[in-house]
């Protein structure tokens, strides 16, 4: 779990406060295409993703929309249906063969009182993902399709050695064809 370690290290945790989260987290490996939320039901987990990929994603009206995509280091969580307690709407899955560790919202969130510093990790979670969301959404609104592909390229370039090409077009808004016709044009 050295990957968690140096993650839990970046908050300035203690060697006590590294051993307690470590302990909470439980090991797993996923095969590509595997499922990993509960949709719809509450979500009780987050995940630290030591390498591979997961998926969001939802589907409306039988289409298939990538919601987000979570890269090695990242926290995977359905932070809308834990903070509101409300159904999950999104499905997870393993985008490419991917190791996480699954930790329990229940088994950490009691750490909160006696470790302040561990809920600065919660409130880190929980800012990047409003930052992520606003950076997304700022894109949507003035960036052009092909800005936004060149984003995307610039700021996880592995997306494009690893995911299928209609989960990035989904990502981005658009239809295969049309991300298609982008990348001609670029090249």
Not at 37 to 47: I, L, Q, T
Not at 50 to 74: A, C, E, H, Q, V
Not at 136 to 162: A, C, G, P, T, V
């Amino acid at each position: 779990m050295v990957e968690l370690e140096l993650f839990l290290l970046s908050f300035g945790l203690s060697e006590e406060e590294i051993a307690l989260m470590s302990d909470l987290g439980k090991e797993e490996k996923l095969a590509f295409g595997s499922e990993l939320s509960n949709f719809g039901h509450v979500a009780e987990n987050f995940y630290f993703v030591k390498k591979g990929m997961i998926r969001s994603y939802r589907i409306i009206d039988g289409d298939d929309f990538t919601y987000n995509f979570f890269l090695p280091g990242d926290i995977c969580v359905d932070l809308e249906s834990y903070l509101k307690k409300t159904p999950s709407g999104l499905y997870m899955e393993a985008a490419a063969h991917t190791e996480l560790i699954r930790c329990r919202f229940s088994q950490v969130v009691p750490l909160f009182e006696e470790h302040p510093r561990i809920q600065r990790i919660a409130l880190k979670m929980a800012e990047a993902a409003y930052l992520r969301v606003l950076e997304r959404m700022k894109e949507f609104q003035s960036d052009s399709l092909e800005q936004r592909y060149l984003n995307l390229i610039k700021k996880h370039e592995e997306l494009f050695r690893n995911a299928p090409l209609q989960h990035i077009a989904s990502y981005l808004g658009v239809k295969p064809q049309s991300l298609s016709r982008i990348r001609a044009k670029i090249k």
